[in-house]
């Protein structure tokens, strides 16, 4: 098992900048691609960004391409969400997953990922 803590959303104003970070532990990471779900009230959670296992490989929402990077960091066992240009339709409950189909990126259905953290909330004004 993989247990997942993210952290660092917050409020920020529209066209700022939040970068989110989720902390794994438990069995190695480096087994794990790992994605980014976000989830606003009353909608249904939706792919935001996948990694690989060793990072090689990424995979974007086209809602969000050009403005938000996923990067991880195996030796420090984090996943990150940078995120620019921020909108207020990017508010959200944001959450990160695991996955062992460890080669791929392209992981975008829920059913994709085994472990899930809590989420961390990020809001943005207008």
């Known amino acids: 098992q993989v247990q997942l803590v993210e952290s660092g959303g917050g409020l920020v104003q529209a066209g700022g900048s939040l970068t989110l970070s989720c902390a794994a532990s438990?069995?190695?990471?480096?087994?794990?691609?790992m994605g980014w779900f976000r989830q606003a009230p009353g909608k249904e959670r939706e792919f935001v960004a996948a990694i690989n296992w060793n990072g090689g490989s990424t995979y974007y929402a086209d809602s969000v391409k050009g403005r938000i990077t996923i990067s991880r960091d195996n030796a420090k066992n984090t996943v990150y969400l940078q995120m620019n240009s921020l909108k207020p339709e990017d508010t959200a409950a944001y959450y990160c997953a695991a996955s062992t189909s460890w080669g791929s990126s392209r992981l975008i259905r829920l059913g994709d990922y085994a472990y899930w953290g809590q989420g961390t909330q990020v809001t943005v004004s207008s």
């Open positions: 438990g069995r190695t990471f480096s087994s794990y691609a």
